[in-house]
């Protein structure tokens, strides 16, 4: 069949390469992709939000399945708009549809699910212009520190966690009367602030049955030892070594299956991948967050580790058929190390040449930010590439990519020495 991938950064590079070993696989596309997809896959010149273009590019090239990688999209309602058209609904979409993307699309929706469906959670109140006061009030009667979240998408940045009571009223004045983060600020759940260490567990569902894919840890902030500004991710590691036996049977118990029944039960349509982002509190599980996509770069360290052909599991999902696949996952670990521009996540320059990727023997290179330009390969975004290698254990496997990444070069290249330093 012909697949096409909404996307261009490193988790789309890595479903390309996953997708392309399928011997179910005959055309791939991605769009608008990168310069690694365009190694194993046909670049298309389009928005992942332009939907009637995407619909001609599915028509044109005789597509039956799409994947899509980032949330925007989804939240936006792609899966719906190729279900109400009869010229596409015939593919199968990977994503859940409108509905269930608000799990992702808003904070409040995702916090009244999982108090509805008994999911633990940090307790929390949502606030608006009209109860800021309460909103003072409500902060009041918290310890520090203080977690304020914009409702809305806000591309990664909306989430501020503040000492001060002073500053924190202060910053949910601007984000609710100021719009600090435009509309994704017009309401703001404020939540109490839970202590531990984060990972993330990753199922796929077709909306009745679900399968859980291995843990990783991923590593937000820009600078070693976990300091500064947060980043998309910098860095990731698979399996997560303190995500014991009893551990994932808490989370599968206690958060997956309820997760799942709860949208059965509240009617939100869900075929795609449920990223739950968690925080181990003492020695049990609480979800931070959803997502209902897959993570970048925690994809670069999950895919890498799944043996199962992801096309046959993709039509498992299209078909409600999940129950009958069997996940095999690679006993290796993964780990990935993320190459930025200088300067990310504040204001970096593009258009510098990547050199010495062909050096690089025993890594694999997902490029993200990076596309083809007069014959070579440059930067254009702040992540630029993944390096992601397998070891037996993770020492070994970050020791690979570490020494790989000693071959590539570009003009102000960073990145993080320390990934797994807290493991
Ligand atoms: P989110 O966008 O909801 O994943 O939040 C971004 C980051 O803020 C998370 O990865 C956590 O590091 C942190 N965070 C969010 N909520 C809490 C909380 N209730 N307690 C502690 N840290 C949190
Ligand atoms: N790495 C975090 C995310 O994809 O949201």
Same mark, same amino acid.
């Given at each position: 069949?012909?697949?096409?991938?909404?996307?261009?950064?490193?988790?789309?590079?890595?479903?390309?390469?996953?997708?392309?070993?399928?011997?179910?696989?005959?055309?791939?596309?991605?769009?608008? &992709?990168?310069?690694?997809?365009?190694?194993?896959?046909i670049n298309?010149?389009?928005?992942?939000?332009?939907?009637?273009?995407?619909?001609?590019?599915?028509?044109?090239?005789?597509?039956?399945?799409?994947?899509?990688?980032?949330?925007?999209?989804?939240?936006?309602?792609v899966h719906d708009f190729f279900l109400n058209d009869n010229a596409i609904k015939h593919v199968s979409v990977i994503g859940p549809q409108k509905a269930a993307a608000e799990l992702e699309g808003s904070k409040e929706f995702a916090k009244e699910f999982m108090y509805r469906h008994n999911i633990p959670t940090a307790a929390y109140k949502s606030f608006n212009a009209s109860n800021v006061e309460a909103g003072y009030a409500f902060l009041e009667t918290l310890n520090p520190p203080y977690v304020l979240k914009a409702d809305g998408l806000a591309a990664g940045k909306g989430v501020l966690i503040l000492n001060d009571l002073n500053e924190a009223k202060t910053e949910l004045k601007s984000m609710l009367i100021d719009a600090k983060f435009g509309e994704a600020s017009t309401k703001v759940v404020i939540e109490e602030f839970l202590d531990g260490i984060e990972l993330s567990c990753f199922v796929l569902t077709d909306g009745k049955n679900y399968k859980i894919l291995p843990t990783a840890k991923d590593y937000k902030r820009i600078?070693?030892?976990?300091?500064?500004?947060?980043?998309?991710?910098?860095?990731?590691?698979?399996?997560?070594?303190?995500?014991?036996?009893?551990?994932?049977?808490?989370?599968?118990?206690?958060?997956?299956?309820?997760?799942?029944?709860?949208?059965k039960k509240d009617n939100l349509p869900y075929k795609g991948f449920v990223f739950i &982002?968690?925080?181990?509190?003492?020695?049990?599980?609480?979800?931070?967050?959803?997502?209902?996509?897959?993570?970048?770069?925690?994809? #670069?360290?999950?895919?890498?580790?799944?043996k199962t052909d992801l096309v046959e599991i993709f039509q498992a999902i299209a078909n409600q058929t999940l129950d009958k696949v069997e996940i095999v996952i690679d006993e290796r670990t993964a780990t990935t190390v993320m190459l930025v521009? &200088?300067?990310?996540?504040?204001?970096?320059?593009?258009?510098? #040449?990547?050199?010495?990727?062909?050096?690089?023997?025993?890594?694999?290179?997902?490029?993200?930010?990076?596309?083809?330009?007069?014959?070579?390969?440059?930067?254009?975004?702040?992540?630029?590439?993944?390096?992601?290698?397998?070891?037996?254990?993770?020492? #070994?496997?970050?020791?690979?990519?570490?020494?790989?990444?000693?071959?590539?070069?570009?003009?102000?290249?960073?990145?993080?020495?320390?990934?797994?330093?807290d493991l």
């Amino acid at each position: 069949m012909n697949i096409l991938i909404l996307g261009s950064g490193g988790r789309e590079h890595t479903f390309a390469w996953k997708l392309s070993q399928s011997p179910l696989c005959k055309s791939l596309f991605v769009a608008p &992709g990168n310069s690694g997809t365009s190694q194993i896959a046909i670049n298309l010149d389009l928005k992942v939000t332009d939907f009637q273009a995407i619909k001609k590019a599915v028509l044109k090239n005789e597509i039956t399945m799409v994947v899509v990688g980032p949330e925007d999209p989804l939240v936006q309602g792609v899966h719906d708009f190729f279900l109400n058209d009869n010229a596409i609904k015939h593919v199968s979409v990977i994503g859940p549809q409108k509905a269930a993307a608000e799990l992702e699309g808003s904070k409040e929706f995702a916090k009244e699910f999982m108090y509805r469906h008994n999911i633990p959670t940090a307790a929390y109140k949502s606030f608006n212009a009209s109860n800021v006061e309460a909103g003072y009030a409500f902060l009041e009667t918290l310890n520090p520190p203080y977690v304020l979240k914009a409702d809305g998408l806000a591309a990664g940045k909306g989430v501020l966690i503040l000492n001060d009571l002073n500053e924190a009223k202060t910053e949910l004045k601007s984000m609710l009367i100021d719009a600090k983060f435009g509309e994704a600020s017009t309401k703001v759940v404020i939540e109490e602030f839970l202590d531990g260490i984060e990972l993330s567990c990753f199922v796929l569902t077709d909306g009745k049955n679900y399968k859980i894919l291995p843990t990783a840890k991923d590593y937000k902030r820009i600078g070693e030892g976990d300091t500064g500004l947060n980043t998309g991710g910098m860095g990731a590691v698979s399996p997560v070594p303190f995500a014991t036996n009893d551990f994932l049977n808490k989370i599968e118990e206690r958060i997956v299956k309820p997760t799942i029944e709860g949208l059965k039960k509240d009617n939100l349509p869900y075929k795609g991948f449920v990223f739950i &982002g968690l925080i181990k509190v003492g020695n049990d599980p609480k979800v931070i967050e959803y997502n209902v996509r897959m993570g970048d770069p925690e994809t #670069e360290v999950v895919l890498p580790r799944l043996k199962t052909d992801l096309v046959e599991i993709f039509q498992a999902i299209a078909n409600q058929t999940l129950d009958k696949v069997e996940i095999v996952i690679d006993e290796r670990t993964a780990t990935t190390v993320m190459l930025v521009s &200088g300067g990310y996540p504040e204001a970096y320059e593009k258009g510098k #040449e990547i050199t010495g990727l062909e050096y690089i023997t025993d890594s694999i290179p997902f490029h993200a930010g990076a596309i083809n330009k007069d014959g070579k390969v440059v930067t254009s975004g702040g992540r630029v590439m993944a390096i992601t290698s397998y070891g037996d254990t993770y020492e #070994e496997a970050i020791k690979k990519s570490y020494q790989n990444i000693e071959k590539l070069h570009f003009d102000k290249m960073n990145y993080r020495k320390d990934i797994g330093f807290d493991l």
